[in-house]
Nanobody
Framework: QVQLVESGGGLAQAGGSLRLVCTAS????????MGWFRQAPGKEREFVAA??????????YYADTVKGRFTISSDNAKSTVYLQMSSLKPEDTAVYYC??????????????????WGQGTQVTVSS
């Protein structure tokens, strides 16, 4: 079993920045995938970014809506994944969730591909 805890959400102005943090415990993630999703009121949960852990260092993936503005990174020594968000827009307002796969698959952008989820952290962008 894996436990995921998100932090770093809050209020930002349009054009500002926030950094989200996800700390994992319970197992290692070598060869697996972790991702960030978000869900706005009345909308479906949507893919934001993901990182795949491999012997060569891993790969990162981004939704077109955040590419160039958001950066996903990881610190294996701390079992932590980050989402650095810059140039924030009001459309980025949502609850952001950290997710992890038990086994790596090709469905990094699909909610159903992930086995573990955090409780979420609220991000609100004004103006």
């Amino acid at each position: 079993q894996v436990q995921l805890v998100e932090s770093g959400g809050g209020l930002a102005q349009a054009g500002g920045s926030l950094r989200l943090v996800c700390t994992a415990s319970g197992r290692t993630f070598n060869g697996n995938t972790m991702g960030w999703f978000r869900q706005a009121p009345g909308k479906e949960r949507e893919f934001v970014a993901a990182v795949t852990f491999t012997w060569s260092g891993g790969m990162t993936y981004y939704a077109d809506t955040v590419k160039g503005r958001f950066t996903i990174s990881s610190d294996n020594a701390k079992s932590t994944v980050y989402l650095q968000m810059s140039s924030l827009k009001p459309e980025d307002t949502a609850v952001y969730y950290c997710a992890a796969m038990r086994y790596r698959s090709s469905g990094y952008g699909t909610v159903g591909a992930y086995d573990y989820w955090g409780q979420g952290t609220q991000v609100t962008v004004s103006s």
